[in-house]
């Protein structure tokens, strides 16, 4: 069973920056393609970021190009999220999922994801 657990989330101001981590265990990290979701009180989960297995091919949301940078280590079975010039409207929880048989593609689609971690809490403050 693969397990993901998200950290790095908090309270920052506007303008500054959090890097959320997800580290997974359990399956073959390496050959997921990997994706970063958001999702407000109220509202859908929404893609911000996906990455695919080899970190050669990503995708960001228009919402968060230039601000947010998707990485990953796959010694280190983890993904990365930095967020730069955060935003009250970035307040959310955030997640991180893995999909499995991307044929070396990236997803933006929650149904394409196989595995989910608990989220992290990411409040901005004006």
């Known amino acids: 069973q693969v397990q993901l657990v998200e950290s790095g989330g908090g309270l920052v101001q506007a303008g500054g920056s959090l890097r959320l981590s997800c580290a997974a265990s359990?399956?073959?990290?390496?050959?997921?393609?990997m994706g970063w979701f958001c999702q407000a009180p109220g509202k859908e989960r929404n893609i911000l970021a996906a990455i695919n297995f080899s970190g050669g091919n990503t995708y960001y949301a228009n919402s968060v190009k230039g601000r947010f940078t998707i990485s990953r280590d796959n010694a280190k079975n983890t993904v990365y999220l930095q967020m730069n010039n955060l935003k009250p409207e970035d307040t959310a929880v955030y997640y991180c999922?893995?999909?499995?048989?991307?044929?070396?593609?990236?997803?933006?689609?929650?149904?394409?994801?196989?595995?989910w971690g608990q989220g992290t809490q990411v409040t901005v403050s004006s």
């Open positions: 999922a893995a999909a499995r048989f991307r044929s070396g593609l990236v997803t933006t689609t929650v149904s394409d994801y196989d595995y």
């Open positions: 359990g399956g073959t990290f390496r050959t997921y393609a």
